[in-house]
């Protein structure tokens, strides 16, 4: 922007500085934003303004007389808290309570003028509302006689409405809500998502803050975690990691353009309604014109938490622990987890632990009978001997023999 630095726009910015007030019917915060604005452009100019002279002037433009309370309660302020910031939010707040304020009063007015003005109606006789219908057209058959509560043709036209709201809801139920959509959005400073479910990482702020918006309005973050979808690159969906997104309960899913080109990418928008995002060159992500938005071609990634409800699945996770223990932990609700869990019979057989718990047999002892001594003794009594090329049998009792 071209700024001047001559003497005669200087005094003029000056006059504009301290001329500048809150009036009847414009806001305080607009005001508050339209005497920082002189006061950047006479700094640049090379003024001195210290940000308490700042936050002074702007105390000193509310001289009307319901500012007054508002000026009292900000005397009383610590001077070391004195800053802008807390002016503006304070001013923020107190617009919001004046506006309902002002809202109840008008409704008030309203509802005390309706009632008088039905106080003083006079009550008609059956006479004169019967001359009354015999003058007048029903609203929905437009014949003479009766009025709109009692019509026969009231009936079908009701029909016909319900019929035409039901289809306009089913439309509107195809067509989508915001809530399941991305937008892209170059006004933001962050990137904002309104559904909870759709973070796999998140940390919750210990005090939530406020954001205000471009219409002065406020909304509630009440933490920050990164978020998965899929993005549509190059014709072929792909799946993204959007890091330090702020969770706002029920609000809009918004991706900031101004972060996007802080982290080197850059956007093309076409007369076609199509915007892209390049990153190094190379075609990255993209989104397209649509109602008045820019819709970005995402997916949402729901993470969803699995429930397993078998014991024996429970039981081989668990390092393989006993199955009655396992059940009184269930009923006991010592643990988390477990709630689904189906209670099976305790003595459910795993075929691991049966292997690993088990233990070879022993071998049968051998009786030593009275033959298998004697086999012993005529073992040992051979083996003294000496035999060369000698080859016969020896028949033994109950029907065995051996071989020389």
Known sequence: MYQSISGESKQVLWQKYYSIMVTSGKSPVKTMIEIQNYAAQLRSMGAVIDYEMEVARIISSMMDEKFRQFREAWRSVEIAKQTSALLLSRLKTWELEDGETYKNASHVEETSKAYAAKKERPKRTRQEISDLKKKTKCHICKLKGHWKSECTFKDKDSAKKEQKSDEKSEGAYMAGGLSDLWINDSGANRHYCGRKDWFFEYKEYPC??????AD???????GVGAVKVKALINKVW???TIYQV??????ANLLSENVLLDKG????KSGNNQIIYYRDGQRDIEAERRDGLQIMKFKPIVNRAMACIKPVVWHEILAHINSKFLNDTKDKEAAYGLENMKREDVNFKCEICMKAKSKKKSYVTVEKTVFARRMLTFRSWLCKCNFEKW???????KGRSISF
């Open 208 to 213: 939530p803050k406020s954001v205000s918006m």
């Open 216 to 222: 002065n309005s406020l909304m509630l973050v009440k």
């Open 238 to 240: 792909v799946e993204i």
């Open 246 to 251: 702020e969770y706002v309960p029920g609000g």
């Open 265 to 268: 990418l850059v956007v093309s």
């Open 391 to 397: 080859k016969f049998v020896l028949p033994c009792s």
